[in-house]
């Protein structure tokens, strides 16, 4: 399965933009989460949703910033950023959870859970 990210670009700081990760298929996945890494920085969990029950979780810092949501049909997560600021800028990666047992919604923060990831895409916020 590859995970194919799209809608990266440049923003103004307050300003919006809407990530999307698609997949041919999510047949043996969980969750898919975002991720991003910085300049000179290690790569950090963003937001992540479960497939089965749209279970959601944050980093602390986007939180009530950006939203993250699904489409089950069309194997798509999506990533709302709003109120960006320069210290969003990053490459911003996509990462599929395999499921562990039937029922498995869990959406973790560590990057080693993620058995997937996508080619990442570019969010460049100038203040």
């Known amino acids: 399965v590859q995970l194919q990210a799209s809608g990266g670009g440049l923003a103004q700081a307050g300003g919006s933009l809407t990530l999307s990760c698609r997949s041919s298929?999510?047949?043996?996945?969980?969750?898919r989460g975002w991720f991003r890494q910085a300049p000179g920085k290690e790569r950090e969990f963003v937001a992540a949703?479960?497939?089965?029950?749209?279970?959601?979780r944050y980093v602390d810092s986007v939180r009530g910033r950006f939203t993250i949501s699904s489409d089950n049909a069309r194997n798509t997560i999506y990533l709302q950023m709003n109120s960006l600021q320069p210290e969003d800028t990053a490459i911003y990666y996509c990462?599929?959870?395999?499921?562990?047992?039937?029922?498995?919604?869990?959406?973790?923060?560590?990057?080693?859970?993620?058995?997937?990831w996508g080619q990442g895409t570019l969010v460049t916020v100038s203040s």
């Open positions: 990462a599929d959870k395999r499921r562990d047992y039937l029922g498995d919604n869990n959406v973790p923060m560590e990057s080693a859970r993620y058995d997937t």
């Open positions: 298929s999510r047949a043996f996945s969980s969750a």
């Open positions: 949703i479960s497939w089965g029950d749209s279970r959601t």
